[in-house]
């Protein structure tokens, strides 16, 4: 493991602090600096940047982060007990690392992100990784706060975001982020690099948003997916019918009623969102 900087190796920060993981708050830490280092740089570069990283724990991602050049760091973390081993970094690079103490589902990210780039590069807790994701594409306002997105999710999580039409994974996150963002897979990471190791393989993706998405109401969007998706075995003239006259809203949106879910591409669905808001 290389030495990024002259802080104490991890496993003695984790040993010092009292910071074995919880299964309650989604934690599996990354030890390894070489790993976060590659996650920090998959992030783009750096320089004059805002990094928004949430569920820091003891620092080995946000110690990176610093490194590798990031103007500042905003380290959002729930576990109190993870603040001292965070002010510890933050001594370390002054003025350039602020800890926040909060839960990231109820923080105001953008306010935190200030003037100026920001990006989100972390690696997110499980239990919340999917609903923070949501939130940063299925946000009113566009563009966003971010320029882009660096996370870990589980690997199936992954290949949701990254899912066409006709792929087996493909749903309600393969559309939102389809329609908002260019999302890929970065790479994988080994369930053996973490502490506790999860039971299940994990991935890097890396999402850019899109400069001009299709305009769509995300509400209806989000409601017309979830419809769809929830029947995606039903064609579609039987799986829109909560949403009121389906036949009516897929002549409108140019769909085919015989179709399924899992065959539509984002630009259907962003014609179906329009067709429910124009007969609202």
């Not at 080994?190 to 994990?202: D, G, K, L, Y």
């Amino acid at each position: 493991m290389s030495q990024i900087d002259d802080l104490p190796p991890l496993r003695d920060v984790i040993q010092r602090h009292g910071l074995a993981p919880k299964k309650s708050l989604g934690q599996n830490f990354l030890l390894d600096l070489n790993l976060t280092s590659r996650i920090a740089r998959t992030g783009g570069r750096l320089e004059g940047v805002t990094v928004i990283e949430v569920g820091p724990g003891p620092g080995g991602l946000t110690r990176a982060l610093l490194a590798e050049g990031a103007a500042k760091v905003v380290a959002i973390e729930k576990d109190s007990r993870a603040i001292a081993a965070l002010t510890e970094i933050a001594e370390r690079y002054p003025g350039r690392l602020e800890i926040v103490e909060a839960d990231a589902l109820e923080v105001d990210m953008a306010a935190l992100a200030g003037e100026g780039p920001s990006r989100v590069i972390a690696n997110l807790p499980y239990n919340v990784a999917t609903p923070l994701l949501t939130g940063w594409v299925a946000t009113e306002s566009w563009p966003p706060f971010w320029d882009g997105l660096t996370l870990m999710f589980q690997r199936e999580v992954a290949e949701r975001i990254v899912a066409e039409p006709g792929d087996e994974a493909y749903g309600r996150l393969g559309v939102l982020c389809g329609w908002r963002c260019e999302a890929r897979i970065a790479f994988d990471v080994r369930r053996e690099a973490f502490t506790p190791p999860p039971n299940v393989t994990s991935s890097i993706v890396r999402l850019t948003p899109r400069e001009n998405p299709l305009p769509c109401p995300v509400r209806d969007l989000e409601a017309v997916t979830q419809a769809a998706f929830g029947q995606r075995r039903k064609m579609l003239r039987q799986s829109l019918k909560s949403l009121g006259d389906a036949t009516a809203l897929l002549e409108a949106a140019g769909l085919e009623p015989t179709r399924r879910a899992e065959e539509i591409p984002v630009e259907g669905f962003v014609a179906l969102a329009r067709a429910r808001r124009a007969a609202l």
